[in-house]
């Protein structure tokens, strides 16, 4: 193939079509709250770790949900699991378990 | 008593008007375009948000009416002039009708969805309103795609002839959120299998038993993602491309669906605006008719002895219609006993 | 440069004489049509007016702020397409964000 | 599809165009890619139509590529239009007809800011009196060239020999529609059928047999973009709004691309070519592109023109499957003759896109 300085670019979208909801449709059908999440971004407002790191743990929920699985494993890393997010999320998410729920099975569908 | 009330338009808020005024001893004449008392109700197969049939609501008013009401359907009003105190009301078949008082229930219109260009209504297969979604419900209990066979998914497009300053709509239309949120749970539970989608800018669930069945909505699978529809497409299979920002993840999404349906908001009923103009009153900012004041008189108007109930003053709910209706028939009543 | 313009546009190039006038242009030649020489005199309007509108400023102060980002990013302006500040900018400057990922 | 809807939006934004006495504004782009389109154009309003149509050789470039990358300003492109807004005064024509879609956008937003700011027309009126001693009004009538082919597509049709169709199947040739952006998406009412489903070239291969595709990323922009395609290091992006395109109507099977814009056109056949022979990936049948003609070289096809003599050997992306399928008469080994039929030489072929038979 010739180079030609340059090369196409991958799209930036979501594609919901290609999509790989395996973790999502797992943590719907394992934790109840998981689905509640009205977006309103209490759990990363008063989060440890989002004061030194990018983490949110609204903002995790919702690229997994569009299947951006792979990074979740690792930014779920980022939890220290004070509760703190519980604490304040008005629907009562269990914010808490949900993210134990992911560290535990991201390895079990990405082995 | 020998004192007659107008009441223009035959939906809910008229005949609740017209059963109240009739109550309290009124001649009434209750004027309604189409055929038939109902207005856009009649359309609807289920309510939000108890989900109760919607006949029941339009039979229950309608059994209130009482002796003392003439019914003209299929008359259309075009002008009400106001001379000594009195009204006299022209229809377009050029009758005239002599009132003390009149009521403008005129209602509203849904938005005509194929001025959105861009959704495609009318072009491509399976994008239908929430209107025609609450027809396959009354039809067949379930929605059904052109082909006969149920979709697998389906994508609800909130604000559609709402907020919207292109289409010379920028007000909300209120009730489609819910409706929405009405509409996913029902496709969800007559298509357990079917993936819904809800495309909003904001979801407003402002009354009782809403934002209850929003998460009603949630627990049972529907996907609410914010952003706002900006154009479909058809796919080789027929099938319909539609582009959106997730905008809580600030990325562009697209998806394929199987039916895609635009919760079109609410329009001001045609001819509403001349009626207005007869009597020297221009619409609002919304090109809806202008209550005097909208928190301390919201079913006057600016003509003294005119009265105002339902969506013909901007986008509306049952309930508020209702309750407006029965709060114009008591202002009717203490105008024309001078109080 | 224009690597993405193929064999046939080298083609072109080497038969310009003999292609283009086959298919109707006026190549660098007097008069109208395609491809045709463009009168000094019309040049000179265009010069004028871009002396008037401020096109010729606008001109010259890019050149001036080049210079001076040339000289910041420690490149040489130079002229033309040899230019190091040129070839920064057209090969290499934000292409992160087109064009490789 | 229901194309009722279509026909409901197409009714809803029909346009004013002019039926004779243009006054004819080249493109840069398009006089350097496609001499032949813009020579095809002339010999069909004069031979075909019977139009009068002036041909100035005092015009010149609208600044407009430079004005899209940002080295010439607003003020300056708009007094370079008024100039050639009097020279069509000087002329004695009215009805203006550029070749250009990004020119016939620039001139719809000229007159537009004119309309609604008359104080910025009269500077632009004291600038060209200023800098050239001339005068000028503006046009009684703005369309573009594919407007007038449009607005012609029956008489075309009526003096037609060929087809849109496949000649051994008898079938409409399927056909994807290109738009340039700045024909409508800035002023939907200034172009024929409006922005989102524009009729402008659909319309004219329905009058001529063939059978226009709806593909999902049919509104997107070809991504030429001027200085995307201009700076060496934003190329990628340009050629990947491309590819998103290609991709797009791959599954439908064109046999060929029609579009009415200079950059457009001339980008999905090399854009093609560069796919190619980058990622091994060609669009077309049997290793072949898809064929991307202007308007006028399919108005010319119709009419039984020579391909070669529209420029049609100049396209990377080969046609000849094209012509054989529309089952046209033509000469193979006339291709690469020069004017005085003598013998160029063959283009090298590419190593993936097929160019050969």
Redesign the interface.
């Known amino acids: 193939m010739v180079d030609f300085g340059y090369g196409s670019v991958k799209t930036n979208n979501f594609d919901l079509d290609t999509a790989k909801t395996e973790l999502a449709s797992y943590l719907a059908a394992n934790d109840a709250t998981f689905n509640l999440c009205i977006a309103c971004g209490a759990c990363a407002a008063t989060c440890t770790a989002s004061k030194f790191t990018n983490f949110s743990f609204r903002n995790l929920t919702n690229q997994i949900r569009r299947g951006e699985e792979e990074s979740s494993k690792k930014e779920a890393a980022k939890c220290m699991l004070c509760g703190k997010c519980t604490l304040v999320c008005p629907r009562n998410v269990n914010t808490r378990n949900i993210i134990l729920l992911i560290r535990e099975t991201v390895q079990t569908i990405h082995r | 008593m020998d004192k007659s009330v107008a009441v223009i338009g035959g939906g809910v808020a008229g005949i609740e008007t017209a059963a109240e005024l009739g109550k309290l001893g009124y001649k009434v004449m209750l004027f309604e375009r189409d055929s038939e008392l109902g207005g856009n109700v009649r359309n609807w197969d289920r309510l939000f948000p108890s989900r109760r049939p919607a006949k029941e609501v339009v039979e229950n008013a309608l059994a209130s009416l009482n002796g003392g009401i003439s019914i003209y359907a299929s008359t259309s009003i075009s002008s009400i002039k106001k001379e000594n105190g009195a009204f006299t009301i022209h229809s377009s078949d050029s009758k005239q009708f002599q009132a003390q008082a009149v009521v403008l229930t005129t209602g509203f219109e849904l938005f005509p969805a ?1 001025k959105k ?2 959704y ?6 399976n994008i239908i309103t929430s209107r025609e979604l609450e027809k396959m419900f009354s039809d067949y209990g379930k929605p059904r795609m052109t082909n006969g066979k149920p979709p697998h998914r389906v994508a609800f497009i909130h604000c559609v002839g709402s907020r919207d300053e292109k289409v010379n709509r920028p007000y909300c239309s209120k009730v489609c959120c819910i409706t929405a949120v009405k509409q996913a749970i029902e496709v969800k539970e007559a298509i357990p299998t079917a993936e819904i989608f809800c495309f909003y800018m904001d ?1 407003r669930m402002f009354g009782h038993g809403y934002e209850q069945l929003y ?1 009603e909505a ?2 049972k ?1 529907v ?1 609410f993602v ?1 952003g706002r529809l900006s ?1 479909t ?4 299979e ?1 099938r319909v ?1 539609i582009k959106v920002e ?1 905008t ?2 600030s ?6 669906t199987d039916m895609v349906v635009l919760m079109v908001g609410m329009t001001p009923a045609t001819g509403t605006d001349k009626i207005l103009q007869s009597l020297g009153l221009k619409t609002n900012e919304d090109g809806f008719a202008p209550v005097k004041d909208v928190h301390l008189a919201s079913t006057q108007m600016g003509v003294e002895g005119v009265f105002i109930a339902g969506a013909c003053s901007g986008p509306n709910n049952i309930t508020d219609s209702i309750n407006e209706a029965r709060s114009a028939a008591l202002q009717v009543h203490g105008y024309l006993n001078g109080e | 440069m224009y690597p993405e313009q193929g064999p046939v546009w080298d083609w072109i190039r080497d038969n310009a004489e003999q292609i283009l006038p086959k298919v109707g242009a006026n190549y660098k030649g007097d008069g109208p049509g395609a491809m045709r020489k463009i009168p000094q005199e019309d040049i000179d309007e265009l010069h004028r007016i871009f002396e008037v509108s401020g096109g010729l400023d606008w001109f010259n102060k890019i050149e001036d702020f080049s210079a001076q980002k040339a000289k910041e990013m420690g490149l040489d302006i130079g002229t033309g397409k040899d230019s190091e500040y040129f070839k920064e900018v057209y090969n290499t400057n934000n292409q992160e964000k087109h064009s490789k990922q | 599809m229901k194309i009722e809807g279509k026909r409901n939006i197409w009714k809803a934004y029909q346009k004013e165009i002019a039926d004779d006495d243009y006054y004819y504004v080249r493109s840069c782009i398009r006089q350097n890619f496609f001499p032949g389109s813009e020579t095809t154009f002339l010999r069909i309003l004069r031979e075909v139509l019977k139009k009068n149509v002036y041909d100035d050789q005092h015009h010149t470039t609208c600044t407009g590529i430079a004005y899209h990358c940002e080295v010439v300003p607003f003020e300056t492109i708009m007094t370079v239009v008024g100039r050639k807004f009097a020279l069509m005064k000087e002329s004695g024509f009215r009805n203006f007809v550029p070749s250009c879609v990004t020119s016939f956008g620039l001139y719809t937003e000229i007159l537009d800011t004119w309309e609604h700011h008359p104080k910025v027309e009269e500077k632009i009126h004291e600038n060209l009196k200023l800098a050239t001693g001339r005068n000028f009004n503006v046009p009684n009538n703005l369309a573009h060239t594919s407007d007038i082919i449009f607005k012609f597509r029956e008489e075309i049709a009526q003096q037609a020999k060929y087809k849109l169709i496949n000649k051994a199947t008898g079938k409409p040739l399927k056909v994807v529609d290109h738009i340039g952006c700045h024909y409508a998406k800035m002023f939907p009412a200034k172009g024929v059928g409006g922005a989102e489903y524009p009729y402008v070239l659909a319309g004219m291969v329905e009058s001529w047999g063939g059978e226009v595709i709806d593909y999902p990323e049919r509104r997107h922009c070809c991504g030429f973009g001027f200085r995307q395609y201009m700076v060496n290091a934003n190329r990628g992006y340009s050629l990947s709004a491309s590819k998103k395109k290609f991709e797009s109507m791959e599954p439908f099977k064109p046999d060929f691309i029609i579009s009415n814009c200079p950059g457009c056109g001339f980008f999905f056949d090399r854009w093609q070519y560069a796919l190619a022979e980058m990622e091994g990936k060609t669009y077309g049948e049997d290793g072949y592109g898809i064929p991307s003609l202007t308007y006028e070289e399919v108005a010319g096809l119709v009419l039984g023109f020579d391909p070669w003599e529209m420029g049609m050997q100049l396209h990377q992306v080969t046609v000849d499957p094209l012509l054989d399928k529309m089952g046209i008469a033509y000469n193979p080994d006339d291709k690469f003759k020069g004017i005085n039929k003598e013998d160029l030489g063959r283009p090298e072929s590419p190593k993936n896109l097929r160019f050969y038979k």
């Open positions: 194929e260009e861009e495609g209504y009318g072009i491509f297969e979801l998460k949630q627990v699978g996907n914010r154009e497409s058809e796919a080789a027929g491309i997730d809580l993840a990325k562009p999404m697209r998806l394929t």
